[in-house]
Structures are given as structure tokens and as C-alpha cells.
RNA sequence: GUGGCCGUAGCUCAGCCUGGUUAGAGCGCCGCGUUGUGGUCGCGGAUGUCGGGGGUUCGAGUCCCCUCGGUCACCCCA
């Protein structure tokens, strides 16, 4: 065992081939699926002044206890990023690009959280951000594409969960409601949320103890108590999901962890982990975000997904295996190695993916290297072969067995089989 | 932050309860199986500060304490 200071920090860890492999074609997909939808990648910074990320709300768990905040050593108070909506935000206001601002970030994220099961200190997710856009018509083009995305990697036990909080008009006087409600009963609430039932009351209806749940359970609900436009675009939503064939489980308790939130919240929960940590997705439309930070006011709505959970939901339901090697050729050298070294690289730049072994090793370790290389063909070069100015293409894939190749062919050779043969 | 379980070869784990000669297995890895050819099979081989520190003991992987780490759960979230 190495000394424990070569570990990596509790909670986080490093993602080797071949697991890596299915990280890049999970992105790949994500990338690709958002793009064709157009929204372009943003890159932010993984760290931004503290108070970015306090708008996400003072009383949440994430602001309160779980921040990663430092000091420079130009004395400025900085904080790694613990979400995705706020950076993106910030860089919004910075740059007031036009809108429809629409955005797609893979990012990690950082909370000192205990981990468990699909919870880790540096997580990754993949999400996107849409600023300027008030319809009701981009809150289910959001939605959908959170809900197709994860039809497309193969996951079939996925629940979509949705809510609307209301909005600056109607919370206020739901949440005097609310209050009055948990406040009379305020013994049977939980230790934690007790103090908080007057200030945040909408923290309570999320709590999963049984005695808040108890307390909440009659407790009235935001849908009930909606204004006018924010009932409207409510229904608007669900018509809209109902035409695209996304079914949605209505859970008057979603309140997520984030005060931003305006009318649409939903979270999508992968039933297939049996773990507690089966949200591999959520999201909704902060409409009061750019204003607090400072910006013209102007509605947003996004969403993040999970990369670890959705790789785990993936387990779960045996989808999205690792994808084949790209290999196409090794070149196994028993003459001591110049023409590994020198068609290797030939091949390279002709755009074939191909490797070789080192240390002049015996024809049978090549061999069995070439084997679990994942290579669909075996370039041979033996003493046979440099004297008749050859090379043997062996198939190791298939039942075609092995032919000879002039030297000075084999790179458009191998370069037509990379290209009819494997996909 | 609170609690349960666990740290022994690259990986998965046995051994610990009932301390005692060179610490084991499977997989993987390396080599060999005559005439240059992998995937199956057979034979052989290498590798462990038994997480770290302290203590008890003639003697500790085995018992006790501390510590670090992992894991699962609560809370919350991706």
C-alpha cells in the first residue's frame, strides 16, 4: 500500500481506461444531442468569489455546510464551484451575451459532503442553462431534452418528477400559508427544520423524516395557490409534455435544494437504484437570478445531470456498455523492432489507429498482446517478412486468416481495412 | 456532522473468534509447451513494510487503544 498521502482526498477519484472510455461517450452523446438543439459549450471556471455562489440561497445546505471555500494569496475569498447554474449566471451577466442565451456546460462540482453510494466531494455533471426566455414552450424543450437524452443512452426506468413554486406575485402569500400551517404544529417537526419552519418553510416540504412528512403531509400545496400566469404556464408545460409523449409524476413536495427556483421545478429519479442517491437529473427556471446578480431581469431555466449516477443507473440496467476499441492494427516486430517503429508511425499519420510492443519481446508475448490490445489486425514482420520486403495482415477478429502485404503497400492497405472493415 | 461494516499480493478475498515454524487461493501478470503466430488448455514463476502508529505478550496479520482510509446509511443533493 502506497503512504496514505498518495491517495486521492476522500470522496474523489480518478477515472482510468476503460471506465474513462464510456465518460467520453457519454459526453460525446450529451454534446452532441445539445448542439443539434443549439446550445453551445461554455467553459467556466471552476472556482468563482464566494458570493456567486451564495445566491443559490443562504439557508441551503450547499451554502451553509458543504462550500469549498479558500483564501488566495491575494486575499480574496473564492469557492469551488458546488452547481452549475450560478457560474454560468455570472459569466451571463458579465458578458450580456443576446438572447436567447443558450448554453451547455460538462463540469466538475465540489461539495464537503460525506460520500456514499453515487455521492462523491467532486461530482461532473452535464447540463444546460437557457437565459431570456419567459414561453412555456422552452421550459418543455428543456425537459425533453434531459428526458430524451437519457432515453438515448439506453435507460428505460426513468421518472420524471415536476412542480411549480410560483413565482414573486403568488409565493408570498403561500408561503404565509405554509408557515401558519408548520408553525402550528412546530413541535412535530424534525430538529433540524424547527428553526427554520417560519423563515424557509418550503425546506420543510422536501424533508424525508417521517414527522416532517407527517406535518406536511396536508400541508397546503404551491399548485393550489398559483397565480393567474404562473397557473397558465404550469398547464402550458403539461400540455406540451403530454403532445412530446413525456410522462411526468406531479410531487407537489419538490421544492430542491436551491432558493432561486420560480415556478418550474422536476428532477428525474432512475427507479433502477435501489440506493438512496437515485436522482441522476433536475433542474427548473430561476426567473429572479440574473437580477440578483446584478444583471437586467431576465428568466432562465436549466438543468444538470449526474455523470456518476448516470453511469450507475447504466450498471443498474445493463446499458451503455464500455465502447469497442478504436484499434485497428498492432505491428508485431520479431526482428528488433525499426519496422514496428517506422510503419507504426506511418500508419499514425495516415490517420490508422495502431500500436505495437516494446522490448523486442518473443512473438508469442506479441502476439498475446496484440490480443488484448483489441486490434482487429496483426501487422507481422518476422525474418521472412523483412527479407521478402513484406508484412503478414492478420485478422484476429475473424475467420480470414493471414495474407502478405508488400512493405510499401501496407499503410493503404490497412488504411482501406480500417475503413471497410470495422465500423 | 451522526451511526453500522470493512482495510491481507495489480484485482476479489480466505486466514483473525480459540495469538506461535518460510502468510494463502482465484483472477490477472511474466515465462515455457522443439521447427516464428493470440484467443482454449497444461506446466512453471514473480509480487505483500497483512492501511499507519502505539500498547499487551517470550512471540501479533491475529488481542487492546488511537489514527487514516474505504464502504453503506441518515441529512441533502447530481
Not at 449516477?309 to 456498455?321: N, Q, S, V
Amino acid at each position: 500500500m502506497s503512504s496514505p498521502s498518495m491517495k486521492a482526498p476522500t470522496g474523489t477519484r480518478d477515472i482510468l481506461a476503460p471506465e474513462s472510455d464510456r465518460w467520453k461517450a457519454l459526453i460525446g452523446l450529451f454534446s452532441g444531442q445539445m448542439e443539434r438543439a443549439g446550445y453551445g459549450l461554455v467553459q467556466s471556471p471552476m472556482f468563482e468569489e464566494i458570493g456567486v455562489f451564495q445566491r443559490v440561497g443562504e439557508d441551503t445546505d450547499v451554502v451553509r455546510k458543504e462550500m469549498y471555500d479558500f483564501e488566495d494569496k491575494g486575499g480574496r475569498h473564492l469557492a469551488l464551484r458546488p452547481e452549475g447554474t450560478a457560474s454560468i449566471v455570472r459569466a451571463f451577466v458579465q458578458h450580456h451575451p443576446q438572447t436567447p442565451w443558450k448554453v451547455w456546460y460538462a463540469a466538475p462540482s465540489f461539495r464537503y459532503e460525506r460520500p456514499q453510494a453515487g455521492r462523491f466531494r467532486q461530482h461532473h455533471q452535464i447540463g444546460v442553462e437557457a437565459l431570456g426566455v419567459d414561453d412555456a414552450d422552452l421550459d418543455v424543450e428543456v425537459i425533453s431534452l434531459a428526458w430524451d437524452f437519457f432515453a438515448s443512452v439506453g435507460l428505460r426506468r426513468i421518472d420524471l418528477c415536476l412542480n411549480s413554486l410560483g413565482d414573486p406575485v403568488c409565493r408570498p402569500a403561500y408561503l404565509d400559508m405554509l408557515a401558519a400551517h408548520l408553525v402550528a404544529r412546530l413541535d412535530d417537526l424534525c430538529d433540524e427544520h424547527r428553526p427554520r419552519a417560519r423563515e424557509n418553510p418550503m425546506r420543510v416540504l422536501d424533508c424525508k423524516r417521517a414527522s416532517c412528512r407527517e406535518v406536511t403531509r396536508d400541508a397546503p400545496r404551491t399548485i393550489d395557490h398559483l397565480c393567474r400566469p404562473c397557473s397558465e404556464h404550469f398547464e402550458r408545460i403539461q400540455e406540451g409534455l403530454g403532445a412530446l409523449s413525456i410522462p411526468f409524476i406531479l410531487d407537489t413536495r419538490l421544492a430542491r435544494g436551491f432558493d432561486y427556483y420560480t415556478r418550474t421545478t422536476f428532477e428525474l429519479q432512475a427507479s433502477a437504484l435501489d440506493g438512496a442517491q437515485n436522482a441522476v437529473g433536475g433542474g427548473g427556471r430561476y426567473d429572479g437570478l440574473v437580477e440578483m446578480m446584478g444583471g437586467a431581469p431576465t428568466p432562465g431555466m436549466g438543468f444538470g445531470i449526474g455523470v456518476e449516477r448516470t453511469l450507475l443507473a447504466c450498471d443498474a440496467e445493463a446499458t451503455f456498455p464500455v465502447p469497442p476499441s478504436s484499434l485497428v492494427a498492432f505491428v508485431i516486430d520479431v526482428t528488433g523492432g525499426t519496422v514496428a517503429r517506422d510503419l507504426s508511425a506511418a500508419l499514425r499519420r495516415a490517420g490508422v489507429g495502431v500500436v505495437r510492443s516494446f522490448d523486442d519481446r518473443s512473438m508469442r508475448a506479441q502476439m498475446k498482446q496484440a490480443d488484448r490490445s483489441g486490434a482487429s489486425f496483426a501487422l507481422i514482420i518476422g525474418p521472412d517478412e523483412l527479407e521478402a520486403g513484406t508484412v503478414a495482415v492478420r485478422d484476429l477478429r475473424g475467420e480470414t486468416g493471414q495474407h502478405a502485404v508488400a512493405l510499401e503497400d501496407v499503410v493503404a492497405h490497412v488504411g482501406a481495412l480500417a475503413k471497410g472493415g470495422r465500423q
